[in-house]
């Protein structure tokens, strides 16, 4: 039977991580094993507590499963400053750019179908697309089109940061990367943009002949068994929700962005999940299987996706969509006041998902990659996160003048994807 249908380490900032671990990290497991005994387990409270009041994060979720093994499921602090209230693993959350490896993930699906070719330019299916004749969907989805990245304009920047609120349209978006010329020729080299997402989330539109929202639901996440996971038309986020605070405000405070409109991220970074339905995802976004065993993707297309090729940055890896990252494979994002990365160590048969509600990165860099370290050093010693800040993938730029999420660097950071 084939796949049934119906629906960031890359997304949206650079991770830059700084390790900060308590005691020492336990002895290598064995290859392919990862034990979360008890003992590692008191390690790792210890050590994301410890990274966490260094860094002033003010909430964590991280989970950790091994699969028909253990798992180690955690939230630390506060998931909203003002009542206190202590941040709970089945909390929904604003995902950045993991976003990407759904929206790639339908793109995917209709060159299955038979409708969309891989190695086609984009003109065939969109017009409008500056060269849009040399860049093709496989270069979109690898990051490899040239196209400007328009969270990094300095005149969206302004507008963005003027009125977080505002709803955005994937063509105003596409609006201000097209007044910009190609940063190189299609193919030259890997350059983060979200500009090549929402052309993907269009042609999905446009070819599936649905709006994105609702390709989503039927094609990806209803069969993934996805219940806590969407693209959300507007600002409303599910309750109960982690609160995420940002400094990307006009005199730097530090503000609760839960309520901003995540339309500018769109099929780049805009989606809402849980860390379950993450730690559900990643498998099948890793090995192109749904959890009944049957297919999300062709065993061929699933392979494309998986070929990294070189991104410029030492130990990282960009496919179709996902990434890799000395092992780990799948995807984080970054947005105001929002961080995640779900990833999975195939090797180890493990599955990370880690979110935190600030993106105030400061000197630490990348604050979920901070923990993503803080965790890969005490259980998989051999494959510690570690991702250049300069890889690190965004919506929208960042807070800071160095931001760690920022694929590239942007005049003035704000969000990320």
């Known amino acids: 039977m084939g796949r049934y249908r119906t629906p960031t380490v890359l997304a949206a900032a650079s991770l830059l991580l700084t390790a900060l671990c308590a005691g020492q990290a336990p002895a290598a497991a064995p290859p392919g094993r990862v034990d979360l005994d008890p003992v590692i387990a008191e390690q790792l409270d210890d050590a994301i507590t410890a990274a966490m009041r260094k860094a002033a994060i003010p909430g964590v979720g991280v989970g950790l499963w091994i699969d028909g093994n253990d798992s180690y499921v955690r939230g630390f602090g506060t998931s909203d400053k003002a009542t206190g209230v202590p941040v709970k693993t089945d909390m929904y959350t604003r995902i950045g750019s993991v976003t990407k490896t759904f929206a790639i993930t339908a793109a995917l699906q209709l060159v299955d179908d038979g ?16 060269g849009g004749e040399k860049i093709t969907v496989r270069q979109l989805a690898d990051m490899r089109s040239g196209l400007y990245n328009y969270t990094e304009d300095p005149r969206w920047l302004a ?6 609120h ?3 349209t994937p063509q105003e978006l596409l609006d201000f990367a097209f007044a910009h010329p190609a940063d190189f020729a299609p193919g030259a080299k890997w350059e983060y943009s979200n500009t090549n997402t929402v052309l993907l989330g269009l042609l999905v539109e446009k070819v599936g002949g649905q709006p994105l929202h609702t390709y989503l639901a039927q094609h990806v996440f209803e069969p993934a068994g996805l219940d806590s996971t969407s693209l959300p038309t507007g600002a409303e986020i599910s309750s109960p929700y982690v609160h995420g605070y940002t400094n990307f405000t006009p005199d730097g405070s530090i503000v609760d962005a839960s309520t901003w409109n995540p339309s500018w991220g769109w099929a780049a970074g805009a989606m809402i999940s849980t860390m379950d339905d993450l730690r559900s995802w990643v498998p099948t976004l890793v090995t192109g299987r749904l959890p009944d065993g049957d297919r999300l993707l062709e065993p061929g297309t699933q392979a494309q996706r998986l ?42 048969r493990a599955t990370m998902v880690i979110v935190v509600n600030s993106d105030v990165d400061g000197k630490f860099g990348s604050l979920s990659s901070l923990i993503a370290n ?20 965004n919506t929208v730029p960042e807070p800071t003048a160095t931001s760690p999420s920022a694929p590239a ?3 003035t950071p704000a969000p990320s994807s």
């Open 307 to 348: 070929r990294m090729l070189p991104t410029g940055h030492a130990g990282v890896g960009y496919g179709l969509g996902i990434a890799e990252l000395d092992g780990w494979i799948g995807h984080n994002g970054e947005l105001p006041g929002y961080e995640t990365i779900a990833v999975r160590l195939p090797q180890a």
């Open 159 to 164: 507008t963005f940061k003027a009125d977080p």
């Open 374 to 393: 803080t965790v890969t050093k005490i259980v998989t010693p051999k494959h510690v996160w570690s991702l250049p800040s300069a890889a690190q993938p």
């Open 166 to 168: 505002r709803a955005w």
């Open 115 to 130: 409708k969309v070719r891989l190695d086609a330019p984009i003109s065939t299916y969109l017009d409008g697309v500056p």
């Open 409 to 411: 660097p942007a005049p």
